[in-house]
């Protein structure tokens, strides 16, 4: 494991993206085939089963080391990061060892049915024959959870450069579901296990926000307009009589949607369509928030299913009679896709935005917030459906957020990078001469400006719970948020949709900023418009 | 406040020799103030980091050595009085001494004693010999004040010579990809203990905010390693074959920019943490620390002795609060330590 250790630290020592490359392509020219399967497992966050949990861990880590548990838990919060917590508490090592990743994880995985005290002599014998940076990377292994600054992006690219195979194919073979212990790398590289499985996605094709303005794309009649919705992309793919259905994040939503199963009946073998997973009711779609509960939910109630009706629209054709058909310009394929849909009133094509001028299609998309869009989706007509993000050819276009000022009134240490400052920050408006909380937000600063409030808020503190500092009531922010919502779970009685803070107003006192008020007429106003 | 049993009478013994004012630690008996941040008549001074020594003190108290650097940093114009470790002056009957604190060069702990009572301030300081600071000495004493900036049990170090190790196999490497090794570290103690360690395989380039103070500090008779302080006049193509030691500052400087490839390396006991390495988005990272880590706070804290430990920075509550639960009386208290040396903008002086 002494060269997968050497890869962890190179990857986090750089943030050249070079550097990370160069470190990935030694690091595969020389392992071993069967160590290298699995990097790619972890690093695409196929992560195996967990056979150790984090209660166990904690409890050995308190009972080796001797230290109070309340020390133990300062100690992580220092940190942000439970794997590397033990790493840095654990008396130095007194052995040494170079057993193979794969083995690692291998003997991690058949302790699925030990008992407690096994796997506590296994672990505990492991970190004694470990250094700090090993013994991070395999209490990393126990976790599984892999997130070091290399994207899948990073990593196709360090396999292509290695192998000289097209990254176009690399992204699709490693793609979707395979199991690194039945696969060999060169057959999972080469992808021949891609044509044999029926559930195989392909790489989403993805938008860049807008921004030139958008006369200058050229004639309006060379472009698509759609709206941008707000819910899951998905892709629902039948091939030999079975359906997936697949998220943006690689996941296998099947069983989440029971409503979309029709597409078994209604859609031809061979065929992959891509679009958007809603909830809507009589044509109209709801709220992200009315979505939210049927997700990630292993039973579905009837209640919930009554409450929050699915539907899919569907934006592209991907695969047809069995067929590639991504390189076709996008008029084709929208051209087939009105032939296989609708089916029912449930898997529709998503509706087209219709405009002779640019201008029009400025007032068109002044009515998004209406129909609970984000916005308005350009996309070229001759457009072929790229392995994700490429510039030119798709556009997002975001109407403009919320913003209101509000004060920061707790600070929370942040996670990861950030673990030794205070980034994560609770923010209020005014309740009469009391402050509310109405949002938790933590990124829009500059590392200068987190530096700047962490010593805000280490001067300022008024009271202390774990990682959470009570601050004065002093800095003002302006936060912006896509949509506002009732709430029963939040004292506002409100919920913000992905606030984030926009700048820090340092030219704002705190008898400045908005108040509760102001934003219940905000939410009675958009409930307005979407009873229209 | 201790008491004591004499003859069958309580008797209150002694006041008190510190105490924590809005100024900073005054000695009431002595009438004089130890590392004040608000300007004082007497001011003792433990050592020369900017948080512990400041402009607009009447008289200053503090070790040779430091006495050199505060006049270089501060003002030549600063009225000093310096002493050599272990010598005492009396103030108003209490005795005041210094004793190594090894955190960095001319670095002391401030040791006072009054009818039997030795209160003893520490400053900043770590355990191991540097190679360049006087080694830490503990000193037995009935109060103690302590730092906590790496009061953790995540912060121990390794042995420096592994350190050093790995500073110098990374230069080397650097050199053989045409990359130009700099090294980040305050001018006060860090970079002097580079260079002393580092010194013999790379020449070493310092910024000249270090080679003036370099300069003073061998004059005050500390002799160090050999080093060239960087002009516009030495080439990119000379820097690329050494060891380039510059303050915290130069950090995104364009002139880091503007060198051979630059590989930038951290020195600071804060790299043994990877969201601080990340943070910091350098090339290499090093847990080389002048403060002393958890396993030395300890050692150091349990030698003294003393029945009172008051501590002043770093993880003041977390750090007192574990002293306590061990059986020693221990409390945090707020202060104006802690912020280091090179973040005041102080430093933000002329570059190359």
């Known amino acids: 494991m002494k060269k997968f250790s050497r890869l962890i630290s190179k990857l986090e020592q750089s943030n050249k993206t070079n550097d990370k490359l160069s470190a990935l392509v030694d690091y595969f020219s020389e392992a071993d085939d069967a160590d290298k399967i699995w990097v790619i497992a972890l690093f695409t966050g196929k992560k195996p089963k967990r056979t150790i949990n984090t209660k166990l861990l904690k409890e050995w880590i308190i009972k080796i080391t001797g230290l109070p548990t309340w020390l133990f838990v300062e100690s992580y919060h220092n940190v942000g990061d439970l ?80 192998t000289g195979l097209d990254i176009n194919h690399i992204t699709h073979s490693i793609m979707g579901k395979w199991d690194p212990e039945q696969i060999t790398f060169t057959d999972l590289i080469n992808g021949s296990h891609v044509n044999t499985d029926s559930s195989w996605p392909y790489p989403f094709c993805l938008a860049h926000p807008i921004d030139v303005p958008v006369h200058e794309l050229g004639p309006p009649l060379d472009w698509q307009a759609e709206w941008k919705w ?64 049927r997700l990630n939910r292993k039973i579905i109630y009837k209640k919930q299913l009554e409450e929050a009706p699915i539907a899919f629209y569907a934006y592209d054709v991907l695969e047809f009679g069995g067929i590639d058909y ?30 002779d001028s640019w201008e029009e299609l400025v007032e068109e998309r002044k009515q998004s917030r209406e129909l609970n869009s984000e916005g308005i989706m350009l996309k070229h007509k001759d457009s072929l459906y790229h392995n994700g993000r490429k510039r030119g050819d798709w556009w997002k276009w975001k109407i403009e957020p919320f913003t209101i000022d509000v004060v920061m009134i707790y600070a929370q240490k942040g996670s990861g990078r950030r673990a030794n400052f205070f980034t ?48 004065k009531p002093e800095l ?53 418009a979407s009873e229209r | ?29 002595g009438d004089f103030y130890i590392d004040p941040w608000l300007p004082v008549d007497y001011a003792v001074t433990t050592h020369g980091h900017a948080d512990h020594v400041r402009w607009g003190n009447k008289y200053y108290l503090c070790h040779h050595f430091t006495k050199a650097i505060i006049k270089c940093r501060i003002s030549a114009d600063l009225i000093v009085e310096s002493l050599e470790y272990g010598e005492t002056v009396v103030r108003n009957g209490v005795e005041i001494s210094f004793h190594p604190a090894g955190h960095v060069i001319g670095s002391a702990q401030v040791r006072l004693a009054y009818k039997g009572e030795i209160c003893v ?39 420096q010579n592994i350190i050093f190790d790995d500073i110098k196999k990374w230069a080397i490497q650097n050199k053989e990809n045409h990359k130009t090794t700099v090294l980040i570290a305050y001018s006060l103690g860090k970079a002097q203990r580079l260079l002393q360690n580092l010194a013999g395989d790379l020449p070493i380039y310092v910024h000249n905010s270090i080679g003036r103070l370099n300069e003073a500090i061998e004059h005050a008779g500390v002799p160090l390693a050999a080093y060239q302080t960087i002009t516009p006049e030495l080439s990119k193509d000379e820097l690329q074959g050494g060891i380039l030691i510059v303050p915290p500052v130069m950090r995104d400087s364009k002139w880091i920019k503007s060198l051979q490839s ?87 002086e002329v570059i190359i």
């Open chain 1, 476 to 528: 003002v922010f302006e936060i912006a948020f896509e949509g506002i919502a009732v709430s029963k779970r939040h004292k506002a009685g409100l919920a913000l949709r992905f606030p984030r803070i926009v700048r820090w107003r340092r030219d704002k006192k705190v008898a400045d900023i908005n108040t509760l008020e102001d934003l219940q007429m905000l939410l009675q106003s958009t409930l307005r």
């Open chain 1, 230 to 293: 707000d819910g899951i992309r998905g892709q629902i793919i039948k091939r030999n009589d079975e359906l997936f259905i697949w998220s943006r994040g690689e996941e296998l939503v099947t069983d989440q949607f029971p409503e979309l199963h029709i597409a078994l009946l209604g859609l031809p073998n061979g065929t992959v369509i891509d679009g958007e997973i809603l909830a809507v009711r009589d044509g109209e779609v709801l709220s992200f928030s009315t979505l939210q509960q």
């Open chain 2, 262 to 348: 630059a590989a930038v390396g951290v020195c600071s006991g804060w790299m043994q943490v990877r969201s601080h390495r990340r943070w910091q988005s350098a090339d290499a990272g090093f847990a080389l620390s002048d403060h002393a880590d958890w396993r030395g706070l300890i050692t150091a804290i349990k030698a003294t002795e003393a029945e009172q430990i008051y501590v002043t920075h770093g993880f003041t509550s977390v750090f007192a609060r574990y002293l306590s639960e061990q059986g020693i009386a221990a409390q945090a208290v707020a202060t104006q330590f802690g912020q280091e040396d090179d973040d005041v903008a102080a430093e933000k």
């Open chain 2, 1 to 29: 406040m201790r008491c004591k049993l004499i003859t069958g009478i309580l008797v209150i013994k002694n006041m008190a020799l510190i105490s924590f004012t809005n100024r900073g630690i005054y000695c009431k008996q």
């Open chain 1, 326 to 355: 991504r390189n076709e310009p996008l008029h084709t394929r929208r051209a087939i896709l009105e032939q296989l849909l609708p089916i029912e009133n449930i898997i529709l094509t998503a509706p087209i935005v219709l405009f």
């Open chain 1, 424 to 471: 994560d920050y609770t923010f209020a408006v005014r309740d009469g001469d009391q402050f509310i909380t109405i949002a938790k937000a933590y990124s829009g600063l500059t590392d200068k400006e987190i530096k700047e409030v962490n010593s805000f808020v280490v001067k300022n503190a008024i009271e202390k719970f774990g990682p959470v500092r009570t601050v």
């Open chain 2, 121 to 159: 301030i520490s400053g900043d300081y770590k355990v191991e010999y540097d190679g360049v600071s006087t080694a830490f000495e503990p000193i037995k004493c009935h109060t103690f004040v302590s730092e906590s900036t790496f009061g953790l049990p995540t912060y121990n170090w390794l042995a």
């Open chain 1, 83 to 162: 794997s590397e917590t033990i790493a840095l508490l654990l008396p130095p090592s007194t052995s040494e060892s170079d057993i193979p990743l794969h083995q690692w994880i291998l003997e991690l995985k058949g302790l699925v049915r030990s008992s407690d005290q096994e796997k506590k002599e296994f672990v505990l014998n492991a970190w004694q024959k470990l250094n700090t940076q090993e013994r991070f990377v395999f209490n990393k292994l126990i976790s599984g959870n892999f997130r070091i600054g290399i994207s899948t992006k990073n990593l196709i690219h360090a396999l292509a450069k290695l």
